[in-house]
């Protein structure tokens, strides 16, 4: 174990506090409109060097005087830097999280330099073993890979239902979606997918298959309404024939993980 475990987490939420609470809105905008020049951005960098500063010096008695001021420099110029990068990319979910990644990689070197613990900290990579692994393979594997063998295994059903699926001229139907909208509500169904998945994987390897009972009930209640004001018996059958597909692949690789693990749920 890491030293000063306390200090890493007040690092962590000086960060969270620097950029999501004390970050108005109006400073992002400025920031994504004139990148370097936009003086919030200058602030914005400030406040992450106080707050780091702040939190090395109150949760830690082993720390110097200099440490702290090189750490406070470091996370201050490091999220100045990673910020005007992220102002040229386009603003989306992938840029977030890669953006946060590297503060929080920023924020670990920090803590691993004012502490001087890289030895420990090596330590404890050499310490992931095959279980983490394997716990890790199960997740990506319920990502992209079950996405993309869903699809096909649906292929030879998807185009009847899209031809059947004809424009409407009744009053109570919906009106006609554009091509690009149905791109990005077909993206929405992909995350929903993905967060679908990654739930049930969640509760097969915590042994809780009660709450994905639960999770596959919410979600037909709400697939309910939506199928019943079509009335399109294609469309129903090919929707619960995703879904199930769906929970049965994710089932799959969550026993084969636990049985892995040596944790599968059946009792001798």
Same mark, same amino acid.
């Given at each position: 174990?890491?030293?000063?475990?306390?200090?890493?987490?007040?690092?962590?939420?000086?960060?969270?506090?620097? !950029?999501?609470?004390?970050?108005?809105?109006?400073?992002?905008?400025?920031? =994504?409109?004139?990148?370097? *020049?936009?003086?919030?951005?200058?602030?914005?960098?400030?406040?992450?060097?106080?707050?780091?500063?702040?939190?090395?010096?109150?949760?830690?008695?082993?720390?110097?005087?200099?440490?702290?001021?090189?750490?406070?420099?470091?996370?201050?110029?490091?999220?100045?830097?990673? !910020?005007?990068?992220?102002?040229?990319?386009?603003?989306?979910?992938? &840029?977030?999280?890669?953006?946060?990644?590297?503060?929080?990689?920023?924020?670990?070197?920090?803590?691993?330099?004012?502490?001087?613990?890289?030895?420990?900290?090596?330590?404890?990579?050499?310490?992931?073993?095959?279980?983490?692994?394997?716990?890790?393979?199960?997740?990506?594997?319920?990502?992209?890979?079950?996405?993309?063998?869903?699809?096909?295994?649906?292929?030879?059903? &998807?185009?009847?239902?899209?031809?059947?699926?004809?424009?409407?001229?009744?009053? =109570?139907?919906?009106?006609?979606?554009?091509?690009?909208?149905?791109?990005? *509500?077909?993206?929405?169904?992909?995350?929903?997918?993905?967060?679908?998945?990654?739930?049930?994987?969640?509760?097969? *390897?915590? =042994?809780?298959?009660?709450?994905?009972?639960? *999770?596959?009930?919410?979600?037909?209640?709400?697939?309910?309404? !939506?199928?019943?004001?079509?009335?399109?018996?294609?469309?129903?059958?090919?929707?619960?024939?995703?879904?199930?597909?769906?929970?049965?692949?994710?089932?799959?690789?969550?026993?084969?993980?636990?049985?892995?693990?040596?944790?599968?749920?059946?009792?001798?």
């Amino acid at each position: 174990m890491l030293a000063e475990p306390q200090l890493l987490v007040a690092l962590v939420l000086a960060h969270l506090l620097a !950029d999501f609470y004390f970050q108005p809105f109006t400073w992002v905008q400025q920031r =994504n409109e004139r990148h370097a *020049l936009a003086l919030p951005l200058y602030l914005h960098a400030i406040i992450h060097g106080i707050l780091a500063a702040a939190a090395m010096f109150l949760f830690s008695s082993t720390i110097s005087i200099a440490s702290i001021g090189i750490g406070a420099i470091v996370v201050a110029v490091s999220h100045f830097k990673i !910020d005007v990068i992220k102002s040229y990319c386009k603003q989306n979910t992938t &840029s977030f999280v890669v953006d946060q990644i590297a503060h929080i990689v920023v924020i670990l070197g920090v803590f691993l330099y004012a502490t001087n613990q890289w030895r420990e900290a090596v330590g404890l990579l050499q310490q992931v073993g095959t279980s983490h692994l394997l716990v890790v393979l199960a997740y990506l594997a319920v990502l992209k890979p079950s996405s993309v063998i869903i699809k096909q295994l649906l292929s030879p059903w &998807s185009d009847e239902v899209l031809a059947n699926k004809m424009p409407s001229s009744h009053p =109570n139907d919906p009106p006609t979606i554009s091509t690009e909208a149905q791109q990005t *509500l077909s993206l929405a169904g992909q995350r929903i997918g993905y967060l679908e998945r990654v739930l049930m994987l969640t509760f097969v *390897l915590l =042994n809780q298959f009660s709450a994905i009972g639960f *999770l596959i009930a919410a979600k037909s209640i709400f697939r309910f309404g !939506d199928l019943t004001k079509h009335q399109d018996r294609k469309l129903t059958e090919y929707v619960l024939l995703g879904t199930f597909t769906s929970v049965a692949m994710t089932f799959a690789i969550g026993l084969a993980c636990a049985a892995a693990l040596g944790q599968l749920p059946i009792k001798s």
